[in-house]
């Protein structure tokens, strides 16, 4: 081989090592500011970039979501349909009788407390889909979106409160079918649905606390049942706290079911005062400020 043959080789080699042609460590990416091929330019988007969705959309869109997993799983419906049927029914009738002499009598009294009760049992779901979507990885994405990070937690406390609505028109339907009659009408009626769904909303926040710390959602329903079961039946739900013994009455007297009851009796029987509802409001107010910025801090040192 001439010493022109040996420069033209090398030459070649060098070239092919250049541009890539072959593969291993001689290849090099397109330099800066070359021609993006015609294959990438069909898939980048050409337009003006979106705008950042507001804390109202988000939380919006989010809620829509909530409601589009009740529509492919409609099962999840049971416990807003079946369950306050059956609580008002064998309530009534179980105790009525015994308690109040009556059903007619009963019912006036237990009606505004299972409405109550109904709801807030409900509340335990929210917890149990949070660490749903926390277990599957849902909420890894969801972090790294340009969004409202509280809007995933409103959102399904906004489609929630769609399921609460479900619950309350059943249990005021059957109230009216067995004899409830509201002395309130129906803007006190609706008060004190509204009045409850404000609490429920509140409460929410402090199962979306465990869904940050438990691992299950088997465990965060049975550490939220074990709460809700006292604060429940340990409340003026189905007797008048003054006929319990007074230790006893101490703990329900401070008990924020004793007092959402208070408000929804009071606000359906046109006898609501302004001590009732300031209660409410002062739990709510509580619960938000305490486990709303806790989920949130919880929800962002997550790794």
């Known amino acids: 081989m001439t010493a022109a043959e040996t420069t033209t080789a090398g030459t070649d080699a060098a070239g092919t ?16 500011g070359a021609a993006v091929p015609p294959d ?31 529509r492919h799983v409609p099962e999840q ?32 009294f237990l009606l505004p407390g299972i409405l109550v ?12 889909t949070v660490n749903t979507d926390i277990t599957k990885g849902v909420f890894d994405r969801l972090r790294s979106l340009p969004i409202w990070q509280p809007s995933a937690f409103v959102g399904a406390l906004l489609g929630d409160v769609f399921r609460y609505s479900i619950a309350a028109v059943l249990i005021l339907a059957l109230g009216l079918a067995i004899g409830f009659r509201p002395e309130g009408g129906a803007l006190g009626v609706l008060a004190a649905v509204a009045v409850v769904i404000a609490f429920s909303f509140s409460l929410t926040w402090v199962w979306t606390v465990l869904a940050m710390v438990l691992r299950t959602p ?20 189905f007797v008048r706290q003054e006929t ?57 040192g997550r790794s």
């Open 17 to 32: 090592g250049a541009t890539g042609t072959g593969s291993g460590a001689g290849t090099r990416p397109p330099a800066a």
């Open 40 to 70: 990438l330019r069909a898939v980048l988007a050409t337009g003006a970039r979106p705008a950042r969705p507001t804390p109202l959309a988000a939380s919006l869109t989010f809620g829509w979501r909530a409601l589009l997993k009740i």
């Open 77 to 108: 419906l049971f416990d807003v349909t079946v369950f306050p049927i059956m609580l008002t029914l064998m309530f009534t009738y179980l105790f009525g009788g015994a308690l109040a002499g009556s059903t007619q009598e009963y019912v006036q």
């Open 117 to 128: 009760q109904a709801i807030v049992m409900i509340t335990v779901y929210t917890g149990v």
């Open 218 to 237: 088997n465990s965060v329903m049975g550490v939220s049942m074990m709460i809700l079961f006292p604060l429940t039946f340990v409340s003026n739900i």
């Open 244 to 300: 319990l013994p007074g230790w006893l009455q101490a703990f329900v007297d401070v008990n924020p079911i004793t007092h959402t009851t208070n408000a929804s009796r009071g606000l359906m029987h046109g006898v609501a005062t302004a001590e009732q509802l300031g209660w409410v409001a002062l739990s709510c107010a509580l619960l938000l400020i305490v486990f709303g910025p806790l989920t949130m801090r919880m929800y962002r």
